[in-house]
């Protein structure tokens, strides 16, 4: 097994379909702006050309690769264009190099360009599902291993034509006799002994490998069997028995690291997930400035005490934070026993209760965004003395923990939002809030901070 580690070598490959699908978004809004520019101006002038950076560097990967259809693929590249916009737009203003740019350029631009993203999004989807070019790219394929991680993959290679791929055969020692073979459709066609062979006489693309780690000796053996021929070969880790957050394959300094439980927002998603905070935060903090002078002024006016709910919670890998909101009680509780508002709670007063049934209460935590202790959207943030209770029973509590908490979240717009009577209940909540983790893209957070604004009137778990 040593041997086999050594000779392993590492890369992150993508295919033809995938780079075209990252690319286009950066590459067709640069080639627009320049159009554009051409167009009302007849030069590229270079303040022009650190636009065109700062598009590439915004846009990239782009918002069209890992979308299956054509309403998720509309919202996508309406939310992350407007999302773009509107950081270059507070950048060149904050910066004050806004009026060196033509109006003409940047408005026909900002309009023409997501329009014509999802055009292009369709023309190109076209050409890559079709018989013309999925004939040209096809590759021919065999598995090895009979067993449930084998259905896996051919299921997959099977519901997705565009991976152009035609599986030839299967070959396993153990299930050459089984006279109940995984698929009517999948005979076996083999020992691993025949393998190579089969390979050869076949000219064979592509093979899978799908025995369990237990089998080094038998895949040692494989692999020296395979070396006169010129197929790839891809050993598929079994990884389904796993719950996997955000599962990637990763390097330490040139050695493979499979990635079992990780945060989504490393590297560049957590750049744009940073700025998206910041440019969201702040907007709502300056347009909704005259409603947080009169809600402070109602909490003071209406009832002892301080305006603020300074409250200890847990935040981003389980460090404690203090997050605000406005007093909507008669009690300030943050000790070892914190008890959660329920329906016509007497701790509520009558003001509290305008302000938490309309969210009102939550906008100070804008300015804990603001301060990178959470972000716009993620898991709610319970009470310390909460977490400590829940941590103990429901299994996977803590890894919420992995990204900084919200001030709404994709459990809260499934209808998990204000008291959880019942531990089922808060697992439920967990179990949107570790969806979220595994799920995130930027389209995602702007579906729920939509679904919240519908959802702020009529919630009528609010209290």
Not at 306 to 331: A, C, E, H, N, W
């Amino acid at each position: 097994m040593v041997r086999f580690q050594q000779q392993l070598s590492f890369s992150k490959s993508l295919s033809i379909n995938q780079m075209i699908k990252i690319l286009v978004d950066p590459v067709f809004s640069i080639g627009l702006l320049f159009g554009f520019i051409l167009l009302f101006e007849g030069k590229l002038s270079s303040h022009y050309i650190v636009l065109s950076i700062m598009v590439f560097a915004l846009s990239f990967p782009g918002s069209w690769h890992n979308q299956n259809n054509i309403y998720k693929d509309v919202l996508a590249t309406l939310s992350q264009w407007f999302l773009i916009v509107g950081i270059l737009l507070f950048f060149g203003y904050a910066t004050e190099y806004l009026p060196m740019f033509s109006q003409q350029v940047i408005t026909a631009w900002v309009l023409i360009t997501p329009l014509a993203l999802v055009l292009m999004h369709w023309i190109i989807g076209q050409y890559l599902a079709s018989t013309h070019y999925l004939t040209h790219i096809k590759k021919t394929a065999v598995i090895v291993g009979r067993n449930e991680l084998c259905q896996q993959l051919y299921s997959r290679i099977q519901n997705n034509s565009q991976l152009a791929i035609e599986i030839k055969g299967y070959f396993d020692d153990f299930s050459v006799h089984n006279p109940n073979p995984i698929s009517s459709k999948q005979p076996l066609t083999g020992q691993m002994n025949e393998m190579a062979e089969f390979v050869k006489r076949n000219s064979i693309d592509l093979i899978y490998i799908t025995l369990p780690p237990s089998m080094h000796v038998q895949m040692m053996a494989l692999l020296d069997d395979l070396k006169d021929t010129t197929a790839s070969i891809y050993f598929v880790p079994d990884f389904f028995m796993a719950d996997l957050i955000q599962g990637r394959i990763d390097e330490i300094d040139g050695m493979p690291v499979v990635a079992m439980c990780e945060t989504p927002f490393t590297g560049f998603n957590g750049m744009i997930k940073r700025a998206s905070d910041i440019v969201i935060a702040s907007m709502l903090l300056l347009l909704l400035l005259p409603v947080l002078i009169m809600v402070a002024i109602g909490v003071k006016l209406s009832s002892k005490g301080p305006i603020l709910f300074r409250q200890r919670r847990y935040g981003l890998d389980g460090q404690q934070i203090i997050i605000y909101k406005f007093r909507s009680m008669t009690v300030t509780e943050d000790g070892v026993t914190v008890t959660q508002a329920t329906l016509n709670d007497k701790r509520v007063t009558p003001f509290g209760q305008i302000i938490r049934k309309t969210s009102l209460d939550e906008l100070p935590q804008f300015i804990n965004v603001l301060q990178g202790r959470m972000s716009v959207v993620g898991p709610r943030p319970h009470a310390v003395t909460h977490n400590e209770m829940y941590r103990k029973l429901i299994k996977g509590y803590m890894i919420r923990h992995k990204v900084k908490p919200g001030i709404t979240g994709w459990a809260q717009v499934n209808g998990y939002r204000g008291e959880t009577k019942t531990v089922e209940s808060m697992k439920n909540r967990i179990d949107y809030d570790l969806e979220y983790l595994k799920k995130w893209s930027l389209t995602l957070d702007i579906n729920i901070i939509i679904k919240t604004i519908f959802l702020v009137f009529k919630d009528s778990k609010a209290y």
